[in-house]
């Protein structure tokens, strides 16, 4: 007999239970799905709603039109830069070959004419595709890097690929699919400053875009993701990889048949040998001199095709880029190595891993000689690494020792060298031997000009325009430190001062009250007080206490009055006794300025960059007027008082901070002064000869110690010297004449009306204050030369 339910009920199977169970949980999760997708229909919504509106007009797109480049030479001639669009022969859709807007299409965007800006199959494949992997793959369609390439930076933030989704949906709404496509293939970077594909058919294989063969077109179609990486003349083997795979995406997507891939895969190619014309390393000169083209012809300035030619030249402007650059990485192999710039996981497959490097490198580009390149091994005693090129390197012995603490098993795991690390190597120019380095954190400047003319002879901004584009030379305020005494004993020999007069170089102390601020104990940078010593060896030794003694003497209200003469702004150095120490601020281009003064003789200069401007048929648009005799309305001080200070920085180059100066150059007629800032934060060498005057500075953006041991004479001479070893090579020596006013007495000069039947007076006391100081300037002189 069976057992029975109870009347009226019904018992639940266990089969029944599980189908209920799976139904309330495909309904929570039903659940969770619609609200996550209304929680991210909202967040879209209010993207729309705050961002939208202000998403930049795209007028620009839809009435593009290609502009002429302005192009900037040297005087000689060399190409410094191009602004505007450069190397681009616009074409229409319709005139762009099929085969070539198909090899885009395959390798770019396959589902181009099916979304709406955003490809978002593209994005859930890449987001699938993401997962697990250690990099990102993109999901960019064609509209995207429209609107990245015309309005976004290249940084890789989610705030930016927000911004791009929604200006692509904004220009799909505005523009034609045709439309969209035809100025992504004109506008694109496509390497060697070619722009777009009609450009780059020219640059590469020599031939206009409609002449170009399917495996040509595959091979430019790789352009477009990495022109470095994958430029099939600087890295042919990893370009022609790169063919190949478009070649096979071209019959995947149906474009090609099966006989004309293999074809195409099987054609040899031939290239157009291109001629390396990198501009001279003047790119911060160069967008100086924009600027200025800008700010007189404003738009205009891209359209006419304009030539400016500035007043450097090539020969010049190299060296001085040279010798920065070399001095700044001598500098650098003193400090602690860093670290790698990145770390990735790399995959074992031989073809996988070059697309990888190729990728990761991609955002790594060579900094001039610093190549980057990524470890495959690392161990204490050898380094294998790969270029961008493909090509791999071994770094061992010497190469290794700048990055010992990154090679250590006990060393800091963030900074250790392993596989997958991004390291800068460079290659000795005489030896086969690979060095890692790295990036310098360090800045510097230089700028050299025609003390009489102003015009700009050499001008390098910084360290790499790339890396940083602030010009240093034109934009950097800093303590000038001890390269800004001159001007102060340029004051004294006003006040009755001489390059004989005697100032004791002893320990002094100051209250608050004379300082400005805080009571202040200044000290020589040897820690040395050597006593009672000339203004000539002072200067020469660089004493702080000399120079603090003569501008209490002159007084620093009419000192602050005297440095306007060369240049400087006032308010830009406080009248404290601090100001005979550089505690002011300078630009290096104000420093040039100032010391071109005593080279000239005594006038002010106004620095001059542009020379000449023609428009694109070579008519004149523009002349520099030519340098004439100086006139007494730009003097700044008195001839005998330029020439006095001359002979003073002529002995700092012979015996005092900057003796190697003479030593290293063989020649006497080289005058200048070297500077270090408090806590050596700042290293400069200022100086001339009568025909050119060039400023050196060194130091971090953000103001920190250099080294205990680092000065002007130690970084800045040197790239001075180096300068100034090939912009002197052809010049004869030429000393400095003496002007009227002054006699030689002594093996010394001085202002005549120091002079007299017994010789010169020696200006230590009262009878040597000339009366034109006050009797409270007397006191005030005559208590510190008695401390």
Do not use: C
């Amino acid at each position: 007999m069976t057992a029975s339910s109870p009347s009226g009920a019904t018992g639940a199977t266990p089969s029944h239970a599980l189908r209920t169970a799976a139904k309330r949980a495909l309904a929570w999760l039903g659940m969770l799905v619609a609200g996550g997708a209304l929680g991210v229909a909202l967040l879209v919504g209010l993207a729309l709603a705050l961002v939208y509106p202000r998403l930049p007009d795209i007028g620009g797109l839809t009435d593009y039109q290609p502009k002429l480049p302005m192009r900037i030479l040297s005087r000689d001639g060399q190409l410094l830069g191009e602004f505007g669009e450069e190397r681009r022969s616009y074409l229409p859709i319709d005139e762009i070959p099929k085969v070539m807007q198909e090899a885009v299409l395959a390798i770019e965007d396959a589902r181009f004419y099916q979304h709406g800006g955003v490809d978002y199959l593209g994005v859930l494949r890449a987001g699938l595709a993401n997962i697990g992997e250690s990099r990102s793959q993109g999901a960019s369609t064609i509209t995207m890097q429209v609107a990245r390439n015309f309005y976004l930076s290249t940084e890789k933030t989610f705030t930016r690929k927000i911004y791009e989704i929604l200006l692509a949906l904004k220009i799909e709404s505005a523009l034609p699919k045709d439309r969209i496509l035809e100025i992504y293939m004109n506008q694109i970077f496509l390497g060697h400053r070619a722009y777009g594909f009609a450009a780059a058919a020219e640059v590469y294989f020599g031939k206009p875009l409609d002449k170009i063969s399917l495996a040509e077109a595959a091979m430019l179609a790789g352009l477009p993701k990495a022109p470095s990486a994958y430029n099939p003349i600087n890295n042919p083997r990893r370009a022609t990889v790169r063919q190949q795979y478009i070649l096979d995406r071209m019959y995947d997507t149906g474009y090609i048949t099966e006989e004309q891939r293999d074809a195409a895969k099987a054609e040899r190619l031939r290239y157009r040998v291109v001629t390396v014309d990198t501009p001279g390393h003047a790119e911060f000169a160069a967008e100086t001199a924009r600027q200025l083209i800008f700010g007189q012809y404003g738009d205009e300035a891209y359209t006419r095709g304009m030539n400016v030619y500035l007043t450097l030249t090539s020969d010049e402007q190299t060296a001085a880029y040279r010798a920065l650059r070399r001095g700044i990485m001598d500098y650098e192999r003193r400090q602690v190595y860093r670290g790698p710039e990145a770390y990735a996981d790399l995959p074992a497959d031989p073809k996988a891993l070059d697309q990888r490097v190729a990728e990761l490198l991609a955002d790594h580009p060579a900094n001039d000689e610093l190549l980057a390149a990524v470890v495959l091994e690392a161990d204490p005693k050898k380094v294998s690494a790969v270029l961008q090129t493909g090509e791999t390197i071994q770094i061992t012995g010497e190469g290794l020792r700048p990055a010992t603490s990154g090679l250590s098993d006990r060393g800091n795991p963030k900074t250790r060298i392993r596989r997958g690390a991004v390291i800068r190597v460079v290659k000795d120019p005489v030896k086969p031997l690979w060095t890692i380095t790295q990036l310098p954190e360090v800045e510097g400047a230089f700028v050299a000009m025609d003390p009489q003319s102003g015009e700009v002879h050499a001008l390098v901004g910084g360290f790499d325009y790339a890396k940083n584009k602030f010009n240093h030379v034109t934009q950097a305020w800093r303590q000038p430190g001890s390269s800004f005494k001159p001007f102060i004993y340029s004051s004294a020999l006003e006040r009755g001062f001489t390059p004989a007069t005697v100032v004791n170089d002893a320990p002094l102390f100051f209250d608050a009250g004379a300082t400005g601020s805080q009571p202040w104990e200044p000290k020589n940078y040897d820690g040395k007080f050597e006593g009672p010593m000339p203004l000539r060896t002072a200067l020469a030794k660089s004493k702080n206490m000399v120079s603090i003694r003569v501008l209490h003497s002159v007084g620093v209200k009419y000192a602050q009055e005297w440095i306007t003469r060369f240049g400087f702004e006032a308010e830009k150095h406080p009248a404290y006794l601090t100001m005979a120490l550089g505690a002011g601020s300078v630009t290096p281009m104000q420093m040039a300025q100032g010391y071109a003064v005593f080279a000239n003789g005594g006038y002010r200069i106004t620095p001059q960059l542009i020379a000449r401007i023609t428009d694109s048929k070579g008519r004149q648009l523009y002349e520099a007027p030519q340098a004439a005799p100086p006139s007494e309305d730009r003097r700044a001080i008195e001839p005998r008082n330029a020439f006095i200070m001359s002979q003073l920085l002529q002995e700092v180059t012979r015996s005092g901070t900057a003796a190697r100066a003479q030593a290293t150059l063989k020649r006497s007629d080289i005058y200048g002064k070297t500077g270090t800032t408090n806590d050596s934060m700042d290293a400069w060498f200022a100086g001339y000869q009568k025909d050119l005057v060039a400023v050196v500075w060194i130091g971090y953006d953000q103001p920190r110690k250099l080294g205990d041991k680092e000065t002007g004479g130690g970084l800045s001479l040197p790239v001075w010297i180096e300068f100034m070893a090939q912009a002197l090579k052809n010049k004869p020596q030429s000393e400095l004449e003496p002007p009227e006013g002054v006699v030689h007495i002594g093996n010394e000069w001085f202002y005549d009306e120091y002079s007299g039947k017994d010789g010169v007076r020696e200006l230590t006391g009262d009878e040597g204050i000339p009366s034109t100081v006050s009797e409270e300037e007397k006191k005030s002189i005559l208590d510190i030369f008695k401390r």
